[in-house]
């Protein structure tokens, strides 16, 4: 299937944010647009707005200026759908109601051709359950940009349980020659992202919610070690906690209130609140005029320890912390005495330094333990987090501290918690993932795909499950549900089997 002919008109319907956001780059892919909107002189209004961008984008040396011209001159508003009846794509971008969608895509039924490709830009309906107004519920298709959409190139293309393939074929195709890069999906609550991204938000509220760390600690660690552009409590300031807190209410309904998406009660207490983020000044962060930025914990200097035992062959994460500490010059004495089943750092009084897998430090049985949370990448990351148990020594604690910023990081001391941060983050988006592949939603690549591009993550899902080996993760995962039997942390089905499945192949 051909992408929508250049010459072909295109109609958004909806002149906000995002309406306008795709009207623009429907009109800098070389499309005629008419722009409509029911509110009187909202439509001319945005016609303005986008004009104003494209001027930026001439004043930046993005567009020149005959391009501009030629833009301006494509953009036309509309009072009526019925003016609409050339247009060969029409996208919705109106309110988050389904009512209003359905009662507008039954009107341009009756207006447009046959031919006419029709799309909704929902991120949280039921694209199924909107085509189900249509006479032809087959001509209709998600397309979900992300804001702002001239920036951010990923678009959802779902597929209702109507959509005929070959719809959502042009809906593909005209995506990328719009420059966009699109994946499929199926209709399912949240799609892929919105579905996926969940414990990213939900982790680190119920992390706060148990005292494990602060806000800023845990945005730091998130993003100093994990590698994400953003924490998940500026992230969510910025986005507004009730556009947040609403997204993922209305997934954890649409699972019939399934456990691993319930929502937090300490983001309700802040909606409540009125609290919700840069809009109104407070979020998790104060955000008036004069309030400084909330500070994550850091640890103040410690002295690291000349020498280090290694017990077991180092694998995984904590390989590259041994080897970091050989390029400091830190003296490493390696113990492969048979029967030490786990590989860990002896620390100067015997505490036992590993990478937390799910379990807490006070768990370990064999003597006091801290744990450290995974990162990204140990060599380039700016920042790691330990938890010791209660019982570990104070010099230990100060002894592993002092190793890390030997090797040029900060550190921030949580509490004793199952999984610590960015391990039980990465764990669950694994888990999310791959349920979400074996139910349908979309394969794994565009998965991974959709993660990077539309929440800007360091790696997709699975390409985190590579990195880190599925046992890994089925094992945080069964030591979280655990410490947590509610079914928020039990792997996944696909998971297991994929788990089982290594450990068969590594016996063979």
């Not at 031919?115 to 209709?140: F, H």
């Amino acid at each position: 299937m051909t992408a929508l002919a250049r010459s072909s008109p295109v109609a958004v319907v909806g002149s906000g944010t995002m309406g306008r956001g795709i009207a623009q780059v429907a009109l800098l892919a070389g499309h005629p647009v008419r722009l409509h909107d029911a509110a009187p002189g909202r439509a001319e209004e945005a016609a303005e707005a986008i004009a104003a961008r494209l001027d930026r984008l001439v004043h930046k040396g993005q567009l020149t200026g005959a391009d501009r011209d030629a833009a301006r001159a494509r953009l036309v508003t509309v009072g009526s759908p019925a003016d609409l009846a050339d247009c060969g794509l029409v996208v919705e971008a109106v309110l988050e109601q389904m009512d209003v969608k359905q009662a507008l895509f039954r009107q341009l039924e009756d207006i447009v051709g046959g031919d006419c490709l029709l799309a909704t830009n929902t991120s949280s309906l039921s694209v199924t359950a909107i085509g189900g107004a249509l006479r032809d519920p087959g001509r209709l298709v998600g397309m979900h940009f992300f804001n702002p959409a001239p920036l951010l190139p990923l678009v959802e293309v779902v597929s209702g349980a109507a959509t005929r393939e070959a719809a959502a074929d042009r809906a593909h195709e005209t995506a990328r020659v719009w420059g966009k890069t699109p994946v499929r999906c199926a209709d399912t609550p949240g799609f892929v992202v919105n579905r996926i991204a969940r414990p990213f938000y939900a982790e680190a509220f119920r992390l706060h919610e148990e005292r494990a760390a602060d806000p800023a600690t845990i945005d730091a660690v998130l993003k100093e070690s994990g590698g994400f552009a953003m924490g998940p409590f500026e992230l969510t300031d910025l986005i507004g906690q009730d556009v947040n807190e609403a997204v993922t209410r209305s997934v954890w309904e649409a699972f019939c209130h399934d456990p691993k998406f319930a929502p937090s009660p300490a983001q309700r207490r802040l909606v409540a609140a009125g609290r919700l983020g840069r809009k109104s000044g407070h979020g998790w962060y104060d955000h008036t005029a004069d309030a400084a930025p909330a500070p994550p914990h850091t640890a103040e200097p410690c002295t690291a320890p000349d020498a280090i035992g290694v017990h077991a062959r180092p694998e995984g994460p904590l390989a590259a912390v041994v080897e970091l500490a050989e390029e400091a010059g830190i003296a490493v004495t390696r113990d492969r005495t048979p029967g030490v089943a786990e590989p860990f750092i002896a620390l100067p009084k015997g505490t036992r330094l590993t990478v937390t897998q799910g379990e807490t430090a006070l768990e370990e049985l064999d003597g006091p333990a801290i744990r450290l949370d995974l990162a990204l990448d140990y060599r380039t990351c700016t920042r790691v987090a330990l938890a010791p148990g209660a019982d570990a020594p104070p010099e230990d604690v100060r002894a592993a501290i002092g190793l890390f910023q030997r090797l040029g990081k900060k550190v921030s001391v949580v509490a004793d918690t199952p999984g610590m941060i960015v391990a039980r983050t990465v764990a669950m988006l694994v888990d999310f993932a791959m349920d979400a592949e074996a139910r349908g939603v979309a394969d794994r690549a565009d998965i991974d795909t959709a993660m990077r591009l539309g929440v800007n993550y360091p790696r997709g899902p699975f390409e985190w499950c590579e990195e880190l080996g599925v046992r890994w993760v089925w094992q945080t995962l069964t030591n979280l549900h655990s410490a947590y039997p509610t079914g928020r942390y039990s792997p996944s089905v696909p998971l297991t089997q994929r788990s089982t499945l290594a450990y068969k192949q590594g016996l063979a």
